[in-house]
């Protein structure tokens, strides 16, 4: 039978093409795909417009063709909360189904969170296209717009689903108590039991009423043209109750020719570890819910001479707030009055309070001490601290680990083998040894046993409560795959300033012509970088001039004119790349490095007036991180632009024995790629917008969060308070997590390559076999709420 051609069109935001060259290479790339219809691309709209064979080629494999072309597309993300779900299987067949939706480019469907994100070229795909297909598949799907709304209806829906559940469940136990009492009233040779009319009565409505779910949930997957773990327990517990009401009908009163306490059982059991489970899930999605309830609902800010309390997120960023004592911070600020102690232990992992005072930043979710607080905002709603640790917590919560993608290659295909493996056996014990009894026996146990849910919880529900300690402990992961490689971590790559050091560097000594801090202070006027401030912090008071032009040179200085002077301030390989002597101060310059400081040098119109001596203090933590890390089996390194005699002297400081200095920005990515091609697993830590190309370049990027924004966005790792010391803590959450997903996994492919060839094998009833099944995907969970005893050590 030929499948019907399903012809569908999608227009793809395409980035990247630069002339008439690279639209009509782009449209020969795309019109030799199997299943490609007509491809016309535009140049001047940046589109390409495609008719395509839908069950022949995706979305998907769309984008792909677009990238191997050497172009993009424009993406945007949609996020559903998902309902109906009850096995691995399930999110592998829905991840198919999205992935098929016309203009979809990546489906990622979580199990533990219940959530799907799906990613699509900017503008070719509606909500309620993708809403519908999940529909159509067989489950619920709400699109997240606000997530606190969407928390308030998880967590009504949830409570409501648990009460279901257990009521369904003392219903269920009510009704398969005497079954299970007869039946050991069997065993132990009792003259007791039910006899075969009541046990059918007694067990009618748990298998049809109290089990609908099943059957509903196994209609609706196959449906969808694949099997999930509902499957395996209505065709193991239908087959059970069936032939025993056959019997019953036929008139066999017999108990040992009866198999209803066996189907009451297997579902009163599954019931059970379905509840447990999904407790076990909503504990471990504690830390984000504890997150969430950090963001405070209102404001107190001063407008107009007034008072006024509003939403948080309604402030605007300039508008002053004040803080009373006890109150939680609602945005980010700056302090202009007041002092206080702030605990900010749920957003930096800070145990301790923190004084604060005029001049001080303050986070959102930080709790107030004993003092009243102006703030000035800064940040506000989802640009505030809090929701961006929020973001990054629930992204990284959402993602998928490498080791993910065996799994659901193997649940996509663990139903039929296990129909198989159950009518084998069958089969096996009914014509090879000619016991139909125990050939039924094996099969149901097979179908009843089996469990792909064990499979699907392993990763997830490890990497929730790993990413969740992470984040309470000032540690930000972003996604799965930077938490499952920083277990491997052999090299960690430091920047200097602002990484190791505090930042905040201070003018220690001026050598040469008295003119010279004048001219490279206002030479610096207006710029961002920390030594430019600090060369104006040194020269409040002195009259500047304004620079009558201004050119920045990445990694050696600037050049600017100054009271028509040109004036130069920079590295020493500016001046020699000028063709300028600094012999007249290159001792003192020589001392001042020897003793750890940077030198910036200045030349006015081609003369080399003098030197500025510039120190940054080394954080407190550096050298216990760089012992600990040391401690763990991990290679430090430094790699900076500053020059090799004052990065030697930090660095013998700290107990770094290798360092690479004198690097240009442009460059610290390629130094990066050498390192990775000794075959050290690297990782890179920064905190600037020149480290951005090193962090994204390096195996697993870590930022600080005192750094700039561009620096956290290319890292896959964030320390919150820019603390070094929390790097060992960082490795030891990534090594428990995937000590977790390791144990997990082995727990459920080991309970299933062992529980499936003993069912096979009639070793075990199908009670047995039901109870195994329940309570192996309890199991999985339960080992993953372990990691909640990390300390962050």
């Known amino acids: 039978m030929s499948v019907q051609s399903i012809q569908t069109h999608i227009s793809l935001p395409v980035r990247g093409m630069i002339c008439a060259a690279c639209s009509t290479r782009l449209e020969k790339v795309l019109s030799r795909l199997d299943g490609v219809v007509d491809a016309k691309v535009s140049l001047a709209s940046e589109l390409a417009d495609i008719h395509f064979d839908g069950s022949r080629i995706g979305g998907i494999a769309l984008v792909e063709a677009v990238g191997k072309a050497g172009f993009s597309v424009a993406e945007d993300t949609l996020e559903l909360a998902i309902g109906g779900m009850t096995c691995a299987a399930c999110s592998t067949r ?15 469907v979580n199990l533990a969170t219940e959530r799907a994100r799906v990613g699509f070229a900017a503008g070719t795909v509606a909500a309620a296209d993708v809403v519908l297909a999940v529909e159509k598949a067989g489950f619920t799907a709400q699109v997240v717009i606000n997530e606190d709304v969407q928390m308030g209806r ?20 009510l009704l398969t108590l005497p079954l299970v009492l007869g039946m050991v009233a069997h065993l132990a040779g009792w ?37 999930n773990m509902d499957v395996l327990v209505v065709l193991g517990t239908s087959a059970a109750w069936g032939i025993s009401a ?55 800010v001063e407008r107009d001479g007034r008072l006024l309390e509003i939403p948080a997120d309604a402030v605007h960023p300039g508008d002053v707030v004040q803080i009373r004592p006890g109150e939680r911070v609602p945005v980010d600020g700056l302090v202009i009055e007041g002092v206080s102690q702030v605990d900010e232990a749920l957003i930096t992992g800070e145990s301790l309070p923190v004084a604060k005072q005029s001049g001080d930043d303050v986070v959102a979710g930080a709790i107030n001490g004993d003092g009243l607080l102006r703030v000035r905002a800064t940040r506000v709603g989802a640009e505030s601290t809090i929701s961006r640790i929020i973001r990054m917590v629930q992204g990284a919560q959402a993602s998928k680990a490498p080791v993910q993608k065996l799994v659901d290659r193997i649940s996509a295909i663990f139903v039929p083998v296990v129909v198989a493996i159950a009518a ?19 099969a149901v146990s097979v179908l009843v046993i089996a469990c792909p849910c064990a499979l699907g919880l392993a990763t997830p529900t490890a990497i929730m409560v790993g990413t969740g300690m992470a984040a309470r402990h000032g540690i930000l992961i972003k996604d799965a795959e930077a938490l499952e490689l920083a277990h491997s971590i052999t090299v960690m790559v430091f920047d200097k300033t602002g990484t190791l050091t505090q930042g905040k560097p201070a003018v220690v000594a001026v050598h040469g012509d008295p003119a010279l801090l004048r001219l490279a202070a206002s030479a610096q006027q207006g710029s961002e970088h920390s030594l ?59 001392a001042e490095e020897q003793s750890g400081r940077t030198v910036m040098w200045v030349a006015a119109d081609g003369v080399v007036l003098g030197c500025i001596a510039v120190a940054d203090p080394v954080k407190d933590s550096a050298a216990a991180a760089v012992a600990g890390l040391a401690a763990l089996g991990v290679q430090s390194v430094m790699l900076t632009g500053d020059n090799a005699r004052a990065a030697a002297v930090v660095a013998q400081a700290l107990g770094i024995s290798r360092v690479i200095a004198e690097v240009l920005p442009e460059d610290k990515a390629a130094e990066i790629e050498r390192l990775k091609a000794g075959g050290s697993v690297v990782a890179m830590v920064g905190d600037g917008v020149n480290d951005a190309p090193a962090l994204a370049a390096a195996h697993v990027g ?25 790097l060992p803590a960082a490795l030891s959450i990534s090594r428990a997590t995937r000590a ?6 082995f727990w459920a492919f080991f309970y299933n390559v062992v529980a499936i060839p003993a069912s096979a094998l009639a070793l075990l009833t199908p009670v047995i076999a039901g109870a195994a099944m329940a309570f192996s995907s309890v199991s999985v969970v339960s080992n993953s709420l372990l990691l909640r005893r990390w300390r962050g050590k």
């Not at 489970?277 to 309830?293: F, N």
């Not at 990445?554 to 500016?574: F, H, N, Q, T, Y």
């Not at 977790?740 to 996994?745: T, Y």
């Open 246 to 300: 056959w019997a019953v009908a036929q008139g066999h009163g017999d108990h040992a020719d009866l198999y209803f306490e066996g189907a009451a059982v297997v579902i009163t059991l599954v019931l059970l570890g379905k509840l447990l489970e999904t407790r076990a899930k909503r504990s471990a999605a504690g830390a984000i819910r504890a997150l969430m309830t950090l963001r405070p609902q209102s404001a107190r």
């Open 532 to 590: 430019a401030r600090a060369v104006l912090a040194h020269a409040a008071g002195v009259a500047l001039s304004s620079p009558a032009s201004f050119k920045a040179l990445p990694g050696r200085g600037l050049e600017a004119e100054v009271d028509a002077i040109a004036v130069l301030v920079g590295s020493s390989r500016l001046m020699s790349e000028r063709g300028l002597s600094m012999a007249a101060f290159a001792a003192a310059a020589t």
């Open 94 to 108: 829905l991840e198919k189904v999205l992935g098929k939706v016309a203009g979809v480019t990546q489906a990622s």
């Open 154 to 173: 998880d967590e009504v829906a949830h409570a409501a689903d648990l009460r279901r559940q257990s009521w369904r469940l003392a219903v269920s136990a």
């Open 424 to 442: 084998l056996s069958f089969l096996g014990w009914w014509l090879l040894a000619g016991d139909l009894h125990l050939a039924f026996v094996a």
């Open 740 to 745: 977790k997903i390791r144990q997990n996994l």
């Open 191 to 227: 003259p007791w039991t039910v006899p075969g009319w009541g046990q059918l009565i007694l067990s009618a409505p748990v298998q049809f009423w109290i089990g609908w779910r099943f059957y509903r949930g196994a209609w609706t997957s196959l449906r969808g043209g694949a099997g």
């Open 702 to 726: 870590i930022a600080m969060g005192t750094g700039t924004d561009v620096a956290m966005q290319a890292a896959g790792i964030t320390l919150v308070k820019g603390d070094p010391a929390l």
